[in-house]
């Protein structure tokens, strides 16, 4: 077998393996109700407010 149907072979694989992937985390997205994801948001965006509100406020130099 020469190199190039290997690396054809290979790059199939690859395109087949990113599919599978992505296909997954879309499933995975599309599992959440709309509370869960307004609840999810609501919740990062508390933590953050909170990690920005911890750091020491000092004006420019």
Request: net charge positive; proline share 7%; aromatic share 6%.
């Amino acid at each position: 077998m020469r190199w190039w149907k290997v690396l054809g072979l290979a790059a199939f694989a690859g395109v087949a393996a990113t599919g599978v992937v992505i296909a997954r985390g879309e499933r995975r997205r599309r599992a959440y109700t709309p509370e869960e994801i307004r609840q999810r948001l609501r919740t990062r965006h508390a933590e953050s407010v909170r990690a920005g509100a911890g750091e020491s406020r000092q004006p420019p130099p």
